[in-house]
């Protein structure tokens, strides 16, 4: 449990597509920037799909695993029908948490337009802060050394 933040060179990274919807912008057709958390969500929900773990079945097991920090850095925005590639990866576990990172992308783009993490503490079905099972550790450590899903 490393405390350097892990890049999506040297981890498994889950990538989905968004196409921006007129409801996620404003008026000027512009994403409203409270969408993009959205948009983290919807990144890894779809990590956890990629390893067969979907977060459903973390809650079926009982436990949780609710947002503790949230950032986000907006370099350019989106726009509507904008095709939005969503990139994302665990970029650090630690005893009872751990951090997300997402990448934002346009269509097949290399600059990122946004990026940002989460941050999730794991909590039982009494939601008391506990350590991260084993079974969950085992399913996501072997990802966060480059091997694929």
């Not at 912008?25 to 969500?41: A, C, L, Q, S, W």
């Not at 726009?79 to 990172?101: N, V």
């Amino acid at each position: 449990m490393s405390q350097e933040l892990i890049t999506p060179e040297q981890t498994f990274v889950a990538t989905t597509w968004y196409r921006i919807l007129y409801a996620d912008t404003d008026t000027m057709k512009i994403v409203n920037n409270g969408h993009y958390f959205r948009f983290f969500e919807q990144g890894r929900g779809e990590y956890l799909r990629q390893l067969k773990l979907p977060y459903a079945e973390v809650e079926n097991r009982g436990y949780r695993t609710p947002l503790t920090e949230a950032w986000a850095h907006f370099y350019a925005s989106f726009h509507y029908d904008d095709l939005m590639r969503i990139e994302c990866w665990i970029s650090q576990i630690k005893r009872a948490s751990f951090r997300f990172e997402y990448r934002l992308f346009l269509e097949d783009s290399k600059t990122a337009r946004v990026a940002g993490h989460t941050l999730h503490a794991v909590l039982n079905e009494d939601l008391k802060v506990v350590k991260i099972p084993q079974w969950l550790m085992d399913i996501i450590s072997p990802y966060q050394n480059g091997e694929q899903a």
